[in-house]
């Protein structure tokens, strides 16, 4: 047993001020802080801040960046459009879609917080748990329920969780973040490999019915030791799917480690002690004997961006994707949004964990109408592959973490492949992150960037380990590191080379991820470089 895990090892300061107080107990003093002003706010209660979805923003001189739960990323026009309206009075005119399917602020100030949040509680939306040792937004399928490829609407069960979860004290102090996928979705788009939870719908036939179900993964987490979840082996009813993430967050609430943040994730405990010793600890708390069904990993379809026009399940309807660039929408953006699926679809919005946003429920009639309006709007529905594959981080512009800046350059970088490869037209996914706890998700894009720092030319620049093949669902991976500390000037040039070599020498209908693992690293930095040997 390490050092981290030893009972006796003392706790973390973080443990300490959650001991002092319980982070959800902090709304009265921000309140009282609104009134009082920045400087006079504690240092432990601006820890807290963060379970009610509030971090400080960098350079932490007052403004704070604030981020809203939105299960399975669903919102209604009206709540869409009082987002859109409080980012442009109070943040700075623009919003972020986050990988969780949640919306996040900047700029906010702590006197302006108290109103944001009772103005978010108007209209059906909480920022409660949205941040801090707690149970995070829980995703879905951003398609729930009108997809035709799904085997059911999981959007029940991620209601239920999440009504269970959201300000209930018994969850309120867990050793770090908790974050649950609940999916019907075959494609396995909400990434239950990389999350603590992971309910992968499945249906069996017994006794000549059809029973709808659960596979359960536990233990899936990226940052500096990236983890991919491990299915327990048992099959769970959709009734017992809440009780289920109860009692899988009890045994994180109580073998979790809590000496050592960096060892603090469920998916360190998972780790530790394997599936049968966490299954049958799981039973106990449950209080009963899960059926055990090992079904064969369900073929994952071809990765879809949800991008573009799409035929809904339901006749007659569809769904329109749009590829909002980097993730970021303007205000202004955000009201012809809400405006434009209230006037052609059914007034419902739906964001995706690759940081775009979907219109769903558009009659036929309405699709083209719909188009023309986004498009002079400056929202586009398709867009080139770089932009649609491109999910990144908030960078160093708010982070206080990062290390380079993420949101600008990946906007360069889209336009400089674009630039390069004007006629690429299969998909790519690049996840570009600012540092090492790569909330940009580097190690699951087909090209994935992290942060760090280089010499070059003689100055200190930003610079980019660049990881290649990563992805989830069947044959998931993580992305192998081929380059270090690459300065990001020269990126463009090294992902142009590589994917004109894709282009030429790939199989038929070979994925670039694929296409990545056929070669040693040693090849793959060849090719970066635009050499075949």
Not at 207 to 217: A, D, I, P, W
Not at 220 to 228: A, C, I, K, Q, W
Not at 250 to 269: D, M, P, Q, T
Request: hydrophobic share 35%; charged share 25%; with cysteine.
């Amino acid at each position: 047993m390490t050092d981290s895990i030893n009972p006796s090892t003392p706790l973390t300061p973080e443990e300490l001020i959650k001991k002092t107080k319980d982070g959800l107990d902090v709304w009265p003093d921000m309140e009282r802080y609104a009134n009082e002003g920045f400087a006079a706010i504690d240092m432990d209660d601006m820890v807290r801040f963060k379970w009610y979805g509030v971090y400080q923003q960098r350079p932490k001189e007052g403004h704070f960046m604030m981020r809203m739960k939105n299960p399975g990323g669903q919102i209604t026009s009206a709540q869409f459009e009082e987002i859109s309206k409080i980012a442009q009075e109070f943040g700075n005119g623009f919003a972020d879609v986050t990988t969780r399917q949640d919306i996040q602020y900047h700029y906010l100030t702590i006197e302006t917080i108290p109103l944001v949040v009772k103005r978010l509680r108007a209209v059906g939306i909480t920022t409660t748990g949205a941040c801090g040792d707690t149970p995070r937004n829980v995703t879905t399928c951003p398609v729930a329920g009108v997809d035709g490829h799904e085997l059911f609407d999981a959007t029940p069960e991620v209601l239920e969780v999440t009504r269970f979860f959201t300000g209930n004290k018994a969850f309120s102090n867990l050793p770090r973040k908790f974050k649950m996928s609940i999916s019907g979705c075959p494609i396995h788009c909400s990434q239950p490999d990389i999350n603590c939870v992971g309910l992968i719908g499945v249906e069996r036939k017994m006794n000549g019915k059809t029973e709808q179900g659960y596979l359960v993964q536990v233990g899936g987490g990226l940052s500096t030791d990236p983890h991919m979840s491990q299915r327990l082996g048992i099959f769970v009813p959709r009734a017992e799917a809440a009780r289920l993430c109860e009692g899988i967050a009890i045994v994180y609430r109580e073998h979790g480690y809590r000496n050592a943040r960096r060892k603090s994730r469920i998916k360190f405990l998972m780790a530790d002690w394997g599936v049968e010793k966490f299954r049958d600890e799981l039973e106990k708390v449950c209080g009963k004997k899960f059926e055990r069904f090992e079904e064969p990993q369900a073929p994952v379809l071809e990765y879809r961006d949800h991008v573009g026009i799409h035929p809904q399940k339901q006749k007659g309807l569809n769904y329109v994707g749009l590829s909002i660039l980097v993730g970021r929408f303007t205000a202004q953006q955000g009201l012809d949004i809400a405006r434009l699926a209230k006037k052609y679809g059914s007034g419902e919005v739906r964001l995706t964990n690759n940081q775009n946003i979907i219109i769903i429920n558009v009659p036929d009639a309405n699709v083209t109408p719909l188009v023309k309006e986004l498009d002079s709007a400056g929202l586009a529905i398709n867009g080139n592959m770089f932009r649609r594959g491109m999910v990144t981080c908030t960078g160093k512009e708010f982070c206080n973490l990062a290390i380079t800046e993420t949101k600008a350059r990946s906007k360069w970088l889209i336009e400089e492949l674009d630039k390069l490869l004007p006629e690429y037209k299969d998909s790519i996914r690049i996840n570009m992150t600012g540092c090492t706890n790569t909330c940009g998700q580097a190690q699951i894009g087909d090209v994935g960037f992290i942060g760090t720092l280089a010499n070059y030319e003689g100055q200190r620049v930003e610079a980019f380990h660049i990881l290649l093949g990563g992805g989830l669902g069947n044959n998931r991976a993580f992305g192998r590191q081929i380059k270090k500390a690459v300065p990001a000037v020269l990126i463009p040039g090294m992902i142009r080379n590589i994917l004109a070599i894709y282009q030429s020498e790939k199989h038929a209908q070979e994925s670039f991820k694929d296409f990545c693992w056929r070669y040693s690293p040693e090849q793959l930095s060849h090719f970066l470089e635009g050499k075949l040997s």
